[in-house]
């Protein structure tokens, strides 16, 4: 694993960094954590004028076809800045989907307005609060006249009130199929749930919705291996946005115990505070070459699966960590809502808690073990 960015990365991190540096501080995170989901509409314009939306998808659907450590660069940045969008539901997951399993006119008509910002999609998977695994699949889709009638639920759904697009996982005949709907069709209800980590969650219900056969993403009745692979590239991803956010923590908190003086000392200056901070040190390596080498066999188009899964584990594990050592690093003011330290600890606990969490992929682990 090669851990040296090339030129070219290098000027995409530096653009990256200066870019949301500028269009995403942290009062902007704030204000959108906060309820003000449409105060992050400009910086999703922003993100679409550098082309960031479009770095997955091929150039024939409008996209610009990056490899996947290119992209990594990206994500890692935004990790860092606390970015409130939904870049990878949205792009890297549901983008993913359509592009592998979609028909050429759901390419054509869905990919290039995703990578011009114009289009919102959502990911409805989840049916507990824990498992992504399709073959438990209960929401169903049954055929009724020219079309599918669908009855299900799906839970911890992204901005779904926001979103243009629903990307349902649904089971039919024995197999999975992936369905694009509008979250205001009828017989769709939505229910906003509460959560610390994230602001907008929705339980998303399905009584009997009509779905005609072009909003069926492609042709094939089992779309689980197209799941099983967006899982497994989602998962590279958050560990890598994970990584990020590990290190811009530790950031923090070293020029935090810089600054602040007590009993007459800096506070940095106390060996137990250095034990921390080393402790959160090793952390956010791990994060890091953990997530590096899961992009990395992506990249190289190898069997992921062993890597992502111990990059899935380590990168979650080691950011909340850290954000509990750099509270305590910050003392008491690390434990009021104004520091802005709170507002990568909620985000550290959203990535923990994606997808299903890492629970899946420490069962896979340790099958593969």
């Known amino acids: 694993m090669d851990l040296e960015l090339t030129q070219e990365q290098s000027q995409v991190q530096d653009a990256a960094r200066r870019f949301l540096s500028r269009e995403c501080p942290p009062a902007l995170v704030r204000r959108v954590r906060e309820g003000e989901p449409g105060e992050a509409a400009a910086l999703w314009a922003g993100m679409a004028a550098q082309g960031w939306l479009a770095l997955p998808f091929e150039e024939a659907s409008g996209g610009l076809t990056v490899d996947a450590a290119t992209l990594a660069v990206v994500v890692e940045e935004l990790g860092r800045a606390c970015d409130p969008t939904r870049f990878i539901d949205c792009v890297v997951s549901c983008g993913a989907l359509i592009q592998d399993a979609g028909s050429e006119a759901q390419k054509r008509c869905w990919i290039p307005a995703l990578a011009r910002g114009e289009l919102q999609v959502s990911l409805a998977l989840l049916e507990s609060p824990a498992d992504p695994d399709p073959p438990r699949l209960e929401t169903h889709l049954e055929p009724q006249g020219a079309g599918f009638r669908l009855n299900g639920r799906k839970l911890f759904v992204e901005c779904a009130a926001d979103a243009d697009l629903l990307l349902v996982v649904a089971r039919e005949r024995g197999g999975v199929r992936l369905l694009a709907l509008s979250p205001a069709a009828p017989g769709v209800e939505l229910v906003r749930l509460r959560s610390l980590a994230h602001p907008h969650l929705y339980e998303v219900r399905f009584h009997g919705v009509a779905v005609e056969h072009e909003q069926v993403l492609g042709n094939d009745l089992d779309a689980a291996p197209h799941l099983r692979t967006m899982l497994q590239r989602s998962a590279a991803f958050l560990s890598m946005a994970a990584a990020g956010g590990t290190q811009r923590v530790l950031e923090m908190a070293i020029a935090h115990v810089r600054e602040r003086h007590q009993f007459g000392r800096l506070v940095g200056s106390f060996q137990a505070v250095q034990h921390m901070l080393a402790d959160a040190w090793a952390d956010a390596e791990t994060a890091r070459l953990a997530a590096w080498e899961a992009v990395t066999e992506l990249h190289s188009g190898e069997s992921a699966e062993c890597k992502v899964a111990v990059a899935r584990c380590a990168s979650s594990e080691s950011f909340v960590r850290t954000c509990?050592?750099?509270?305590?690093?910050?003392?008491?003011?690390?434990?009021?809502?104004?520091?802005?330290?709170?507002?990568?600890?909620?985000?550290?606990?959203?990535?923990?808690?994606?997808?299903g969490g890492a629970a899946p992929w420490r069962r896979r682990l340790a099958k593969l073990l």
């Not at 910050?330 to 997808?355: C, N, P, S, V, Y």
């Open 324 to 355: 509990l050592t750099a509270h305590q690093v910050f003392g008491g003011m690390g434990f009021m809502w104004e520091t802005d330290l709170h507002l990568w600890t909620r985000k550290a606990k959203e990535i923990e808690f994606a997808q």
